[in-house]
């Protein structure tokens, strides 16, 4: 089970961080990352995080601005979203595979959160 949290209404401009709690997974044996989905659009991905550590970027608008961590402790996974745009807004999802998909593939996660919904709006 895959439990996003930390959406809600953001300022342009402003910061969300969102984590993923999990259950019945360990994250030192699995990848864990997010991906959005912005009314009226297709699924996008936002950045992944291997189960070593290393980190798939999906799209470059994110890059510089958002960045994904975990802490295999406590089994949760963040990402930490900065200079926030309204092309932000979007729900996004935690998923999690034994890998980080590729950025052609990143649709074939097993494992996927309900959402948690981020809005950006002035």
């Known amino acids: 089970q895959l439990a996003e949290s930390g959406g809600g209404l953001a300022q342009p401009g402003g910061s969300l961080r969102l984590s993923c709690a999990t259950e019945?997974?360990?994250?030192?044996?699995?990848?864990i990352g997010w991906v959005r989905q912005a009314p009226g659009k297709e699924r996008e991905g936002v950045l992944c995080?291997?189960?070593?550590?290393?980190?798939?970027e999906y799209e470059d608008s994110m890059k510089g601005r958002f960045t994904i961590s975990k802490d295999n402790a406590k089994n949760t996974a963040y990402l930490q979203m900065n200079n926030l745009t309204p092309e932000d807004t979007a729900v996004y999802y935690c998923?999690?595979?034994?890998?980080?998909?590729?950025?052609?593939?990143?649709?074939?996660?097993?494992?996927w959160g309900q959402g948690t919904q981020v809005t950006v709006s002035s």
């Open positions: 998923v999690l595979d034994a890998w980080c998909y590729s950025r052609t593939s990143y649709l074939g996660y097993k494992y």
């Open positions: 019945g997974f360990n994250l030192d044996n699995n990848a």
């Open positions: 995080i291997s189960r070593n550590g290393d980190v798939i």
